[in-house]
C-alpha cells in the first residue's frame, strides 16, 4: 500500500529551524515528483518547493528562497525540508506529496497536481 508519512513539525521562534521528513513505503521516490506544500488557516494550499524528477531539479517558492531547502535520501526513500529562518508566516499545516512525473498534467511541480498526499504536520513559528 502506498503511503506518505510526515513528521517533523512542532513549536518553533521566530528565526528558529526544523527539518520535516517524509518517508514513503510502497513505492520508489527515486524516479518520482515529489513536492512539500503548506496550507494556513483560511487560506489555499501553497506550493513550497519540489522535486521535479529523478534528475533532482529542484524548485521553490518566492517566499522561502534562501531559507527552505529539500532534499531527497534515496537510501531512505525519504524526502526532507529543512526550514531555517522560520517567519510567523511560515505557520500552516505542512505536507509532502508524490506522483510519477511522467503522468504529470501540469510541468510546475510547485502546483498541487498530485496523487499521492501525506496527512500533514503542523508547524507553528511564534515567540
Known amino acids: 500500500q502506498l503511503q506518505l508519512v510526515e513528521s517533523g513539525g512542532g513549536l518553533v521562534q521566530p528565526g528558529g529551524s526544523l527539518r520535516l521528513s517524509c518517508k514513503a513505503s510502497?513505492?520508489?521516490?527515486?524516479?518520482?515528483?515529489l513536492g512539500w506544500f503548506r496550507q494556513a488557516p483560511g487560506k489555499g494550499r501553497e506550493g513550497v518547493s519540489c522535486?521535479?524528477?529523478?534528475?533532482?531539479?529542484?524548485y521553490y517558492a518566492d517566499s522561502v528562497k534562501g531559507r527552505f531547502t529539500i532534499s531527497r535520501d534515496n537510501t531512505k526513500n525519504t524526502v526532507y525540508l529543512q526550514m531555517n529562518s522560520l517567519e510567523p508566516e511560515d505557520t500552516a499545516v505542512y505536507y509532502c506529496?508524490?506522483?510519477?512525473?511522467?503522468?504529470?498534467?501540469?510541468?510546475?511541480?510547485?502546483?498541487?497536481?498530485?496523487?499521492?498526499w501525506g496527512q500533514g504536520t503542523q508547524v507553528t513559528v511564534s515567540a
Open positions: 506529496a508524490a506522483q510519477n512525473p511522467l503522468l504529470a498534467t501540469v510541468t510546475s511541480c510547485l502546483s498541487p497536481d498530485y496523487v499521492y
Open positions: 510502497g513505492f520508489t521516490m527515486r524516479n518520482s515528483r
Open positions: 522535486i521535479r524528477d529523478s534528475t533532482g531539479t529542484t
